[in-house]
């Protein structure tokens, strides 16, 4: 080991939070945000020492610097501002501070009594150095205090100003730092636009819109539909792909083997004729036509997302033209997808270790920058799992270069780590196991893992209760008050959730069969005409649901999420609250889409900004209903049909007689 | 973002322990001991992956290879041995094995009754290619085995060789890696001699080992003491500084400022005309008759801990020739050590940052190498938290990179966080608060936090019940009980621990003044002359529980620590045992030095290899008491006189009427 020149850094770095595997990949966060910074900072001996948070956008050249506090136990704490989309760095930086451990030696030498002046001559020497480092009004203040030291240090007694904090809080600003300690690492920040953070989906089949019964619905057909999902309070429009369909073994209605003639094939069979994932489906319209989707749905307050599903049909362009970008079989044939023994013949995946790599990558990098030029700023990434890692970290990377405010969804259902792996890479959003997660030990455990753990630095769920492919049994056996349940606890439980409708909010619920998850004529093979007037309709709940999340802050991050006991298993309850219990929200929901339950609530008023010995009123926002509510536990009784849940919120003040003017 | 080759590396690897502060620090570990890996391990996709534990001594050039197993949710587990002194390195290696995959899906295809005759001449080209990578037999066997797959892909009908089990392991052997991902740091072990693990020490000042009173010992003296450490079982005599004591500002007797004639003054006051930090102290004796010392001691199976305090009294060589390695005041003398308001003229310490911190340095470093030179192979060092830790790291990492089988004892009472970092840093052991920690809540807390953090990976501790500097309040008040519970504590907690003797096995325990933990008549500074024969002390206990340490494979390690329930909070019970309950020691101890205490233990037995439904023996090794016991609660009454503790092993099988030779 070599005697290097850090050998006289003292301080020593370590525990830097947040910091993912190493540094290895960047937290994220949203314009507007925060970043708490907390290390482990210290040095050997009874020195004083001080530290700061160097941060800058990647922009900038120069470090920014944020003070860190003291928290006990040698745990430092400093908070930056991230504003700008793009990527910002930090670090930690530490030192000995010699003017802090006199200031505070002086301080105990002046209690004991002791005679100080050789130490007032010593400050004067820290405080003239420090002037050496200043400029200005603060060089003559310095000078002028390193005087008045001098003068006490001549002096036959000691006087008040050496301990002055003002001027000690004027020579902290002009450390001497050439001993600093700077933590090893540069710790990245993704900042995203802020519906990275808060966001609605609703995904519709566009060839679903169309008026008439029987046609092919369009681009433009769904261009109507935008007032109907603007009024339910959707921000995010995500339509399965828009691509030409292969022909070449196109499945049939209920994913038959074989097609029959007239059935439109799945819109994840990419490729065809017409052209490849740069292409929209001839009977959807143009590019035009979905330009001007886009700018409509702009205009309601709605962003498009598009999703992109990285598989080939044996008619797409890129298996003519590029053959080696697929894996082959020992016949020479490209090899269709398969999870033995099931076989998809009319998917041909492809092979991210090609050794034509380079130009692949590129290519399909290519393909989301082709729909960022058409308007494109979301994207839903169908099966991320199954493509290399090392491709989403670089495509998402570079793609994000270009446009930081471009978001991805993961549509990865599929073990934890790998999930994790994925946001870690770069996706913005990620599905969830919420999809299967009924009861409350089920849902308390989930979603405080996602809080409590280091995910939340980097993988922000979106809750989907149904999708395309899956209808889970809680729908499919609980009628209509499941999907009040699930889409209540998916819109509160998580910041951004999803639906897929109409099919959700019209309660479909058929499954192909029994123990399936599959819709039964599911929408994947055929189209749909449906009636959005239907009385079944939960078009107005999710309104409402959609207008609280809107008008409540609380419910517009994952942060505050905390659960509260009930003495109901069938009761779950929680809170989400802004730092120090503001803005609290409280949502009850009965987990039984069949019976009434009643039971007692246990909140922990702490952290709802609520005191113990006052009452306060509660307001369902959902119901418009009042209750008066004293301490801790609180009794609710909630049927199915008619009051599945509560979102509440506090008025803390109730009148009283002391707000009457004559009171006294 | 550049498109690297590293893209087509898809396993990723993450999470790897034991890393500590990602792979700055090494982990630590013995002679003999196994060091376990885990990981996460993964790709994209459904391929079959493998991995490995790649790992080498620093003096051998080429990795070794231990296979890794799955534990589920992706997480792998390796194991290797360390079984040489010095560094080890580790990492860990992960690939797609598309073999594995081939015969996963083979063997699904297989059972859905597919035709696999394709599959089969698919397998044949993997088989073959590892043929190329193989030699010998194996090379035979695969190209044998890879032309019946052939024939079998040219057959009518399957049949079952392609799925043989020896030949996929011999397959596995010669694994396509040419993308495999290695994890991106080489992580390191340090290998300690066996006695960093399991040691007890025993403090002694040489200058009381004189045979007649009034008499400055010698370290001939100390010889004659060895048979009474050897007897009772102490492996480490750890000698207070042997160096020349300056006379400036020399301390008296309690700690007095000012030296009457004839005080001996404190060891710790280092440097005289007669020398420094190389030299001994005259009236100790010579060189020559230290290395006799070290020689003799270790005859007795007893190895020499030498003190090293890094700090100069005004008289101290270093002080003359190397005025520039101290801080100076404003007056330009040299500054004394002061804990304001307190002021230690008779210290110089000395500063780290010193201009010329290369030759300071490199001083510092040869003190150790130099009584390395004397045969010295542990050190305690002194208050290593006021020197700068960059300074330890580069010294113990150097003289270990010597002398492997040096050890180093931190001394540091400071706060957590520092003292962790000494240990990683390079200490082999390390003090801890085990000397405050007296009730069964502290105790438990400690340990456990000890024993389940990331600090067992690099932290030995080493438990004092006393030391010259500390004579704690439990055994100021707790009078012979307390040190019997005090020392049964420490040796059976700790693999290592420690006393300061003979003031220990004497039950010295009057302080200096109420409320002060500073012994009456300190030995610091004062000779002492003692009667070891007193029928008060307490070395025939000693002898016996450093006799079961020695018999009993789980007290000589940290590792299997665990506490079990008592109903009585005076009553503490944990036990020791190797992996899967071998060699179970089970320890219980009345924590209350005053009065008789009962109550009842509820032992996990599942950690002790016991069952619930058979009885057992439990037999007390200290007093040879045997009791039968049965399920998991047992009843103990515990006086503090004469059994204050058990130390218990279990015999599990008890003779029953089945014993008899004539049974059925």
């Known amino acids: 080991m070599t005697l290097t020149?850090?050998?006289?850094?003292?301080?020593?770095?370590?525990?830097?939070?947040?910091?993912?595997?190493?540094?290895?990949?960047?937290?994220?966060r949203v314009t507007g945000d925060v970043v708490e910074v907390e290390a482990d900072v210290f040095a050997d001996g009874h020195d004083g020492i001080r530290c700061r948070v160097l941060y800058r956008h990647e922009s900038e050249p120069e470090w920014r610097e944020a003070l860190m506090e003291a928290l006990g136990n040698d745990r430092w704490r400093g908070v930056f501002p991230v504003s700008?989309?793009?990527?910002?760095?930090?670090?930690?930086?530490?030192?000995?501070?010699?003017?802090?451990?006199?200031?505070?030696?002086?301080?105990?030498?002046?209690?004991?009594?002791?005679?100080?002046?050789?130490?007032?001559?010593?400050?004067?020497?820290?405080?003239?150095?420090?002037a050496g480092r200043a400029e200005g009004a603060d060089r003559d203040r310095l000078m002028e205090w390193a005087a008045i030291l001098r003068a006490e240090a001549a002096a036959e007694e000691r006087n008040a100003p050496a301990l002055d904090e003002e001027l000690a809080e004027v020579v902290s600003r002009y450390p001497d730092r050439r001993l600093a300690t700077r933590y090893g690492k540069e710790l990245a920040v993704v900042v995203d636009a802020e519906r990275a953070r808060f966001s609605a989906w609703y995904e519709v089949f566009p060839r679903s819109?169309?008026?008439?019964?029987?046609?092919?619905?369009?681009?433009?057909?769904?261009?109507?539909?935008?007032?109907?999902?603007?009024?339910?309070?959707?921000?995010?429009?995500?339509?399965?792909?828009?691509?030409?369909?292969?022909?070449?073994?196109?499945?049939?209605?209920?994913?038959?083997?074989?097609?029959?003639?007239?059935?439109?094939?799945?819109?994840?069979?990419?490729?065809?004729?017409?052209g490849g994932h740069k292409s929209v489906h001839p009977e959807l319209g143009t590019l035009e036509d979905f330009r001007h989707l886009v700018e409509a749905a702009r205009s309601y307050g709605i962003e498009m997302a598009l999703d992109i599903a990285l598989q080939c049909t044996p008619d797409h362009p890129y298996v003519r033209e590029h053959p080696e970008w697929f894996r082959k079989r020992v016949d020479g044939t490209i090899r269709y997808a398969e999870n033995p023994p099931k076989k998809y013949q009319d998917?041909?995946?492809?092979?991210?270790?090609?050794?034509?790599?380079?130009?692949?990558?590129?290519?399909?990098?290519?393909?989301?920058?082709?729909?960022?030029?058409?308007?494109?700023?979301?994207?839903?990434?169908?099966?991320?799992?199954?493509?290399?890692?090392?491709?989403?970290?670089?495509?998402?990377?570079?793609?994000?270069?270009?446009?930081p405010d471009v978001l991805f969804l993961s549509e990865a259902?599929?073990?934890?780590?790998?999930?994790?792996?994925?946001?870690?890479v770069g996706f913005s959003q990620s599905y969830t196991y919420f999809t299967w997660r009924n009861t409350k030990e089920e849902l308390t455990q989930y979603f405080e893992q996602l809080r409590e753990t280091?995910?939340?630095?980097?993988?922000?769920?979106?809750?989907w209760p149904n999708t395309p492919d899956i209808l889970p049994?809680?729908?499919?056996?609980?009628?209509?008050?499941?999907?009040?349940?699930?889409?209540?606890?998916?819109?509160?439980?998580?910041?951004?959730?999803?639906?897929?409708?109409?099919?959700?909010?019209?309660?479909?619920?058929?499954?192909?069969?029994?123990?399936?998850?599959?819709?039964?004529?599911s929408e994947k093979y055929e189209i749909k005409q449906r009636d959005l007037n239907s009385e079944w309709s939960l078009k107005e709940f999710i309104a409402r649901v959609n207008r609280i999340r809107k008008e409540n802050a609380a419910l517009q991050s994952?942060?505050?999420?905390?659960?509260?006991?009930?003495?109901?298993?069938?009761?779950?309850?929680?809170?989400?609250?802004?730092?120090?219990?503001?803005?609290?929200?409280?949502?009850?929901?009965?987990?039984?889409?069949?019976?009434?339950?009643?039971?007692?609530?246990?909140?922990?008023?702490?952290?709802?900004?609520?005191?113990?010995?006052?009452?306060?009123?509660?307001?369902?926002?959902?119901?418009?209903?009042?209750?008066?509510?004293?301490?801790?536990?609180?009794?609710?009784?909630?049927?199915?049909?008619?009051?599945?849940?509560?979102?509440?919120?506090?008025?803390?003040r109730v009148r009283t007689e002391k707000d009457f003017d004559y009171y006294l």
């Open 473 to 521: 049994e809680f729908l499919q056996a609980g009628g209509r008050p499941a999907f009040l349940i699930r889409l209540a606890l998916a819109a509160t439980l998580g910041a951004s959730y999803g639906i897929y409708g109409p099919a959700y909010e019209l309660c479909e619920n058929t499954p192909r069969e029994a123990g399936s998850e599959e819709y039964l004529h």
């Open 84 to 130: 700008v989309l793009g990527r910002y760095r930090y670090t930690v930086e530490g030192w000995v501070d010699r003017f802090l451990t006199w200031r505070g030696d002086l301080r105990k030498r002046i209690a004991a009594g002791q005679d100080v002046r050789v130490e007032a001559l010593a400050g004067a020497e820290l405080v003239e150095e420090a």
């Open 5 to 28: 020149e850090e050998g006289r850094n003292r301080v020593a770095i370590e525990g830097v939070r947040p910091e993912i595997d190493c540094g290895r990949f960047a937290i994220k």
């Open 347 to 403: 998917i041909y995946p492809i092979d991210f270790e090609s050794e034509n790599r380079e130009e692949l990558w590129e290519e399909l990098k290519s393909i989301f920058l082709f729909w960022t030029g058409q308007g494109v700023r979301i994207f839903r990434v169908d099966n991320p799992h199954t493509k290399a890692f090392p491709f989403w970290e670089w495509a998402i990377t570079g793609i994000k270069e270009q446009y």
């Open 454 to 463: 280091e995910l939340r630095e980097y993988l922000r769920p979106n809750l």
């Open 209 to 274: 819109c169309a008026r008439e019964a029987g046609k092919h619905g369009t681009l433009r057909d769904c261009e109507g539909w935008l007032p109907y999902i603007a009024y339910m309070g959707f921000d995010v429009l995500y339509l399965p792909p828009i691509h030409p369909i292969g022909r070449t073994f196109r499945k049939g209605r209920n994913n038959a083997v074989t097609a029959e003639p007239g059935d439109p094939g799945s819109p994840w069979a990419i490729g065809a004729e017409e």
């Open 558 to 652: 994952d942060e505050g999420l905390h659960f509260h006991a009930t003495d109901n298993p069938l009761l779950v309850c929680y809170s989400k609250a802004r730092r120090g219990g503001a803005d609290a929200v409280v949502v009850v929901v009965n987990l039984d889409p069949f019976h009434t339950q009643r039971g007692w609530v246990t909140l922990e008023l702490e952290r709802l900004g609520l005191e113990e010995g006052v009452p306060f009123q509660a307001h369902d926002l959902l119901s418009g209903a009042r209750y008066l509510w004293q301490g801790r536990r609180s009794f609710v009784e909630m049927s199915p049909e008619s009051t599945p849940v509560h979102i509440l919120r506090f008025r803390k």
């Open 413 to 424: 259902f599929t073990r934890p780590k790998v999930m994790a792996r994925l946001a870690k």
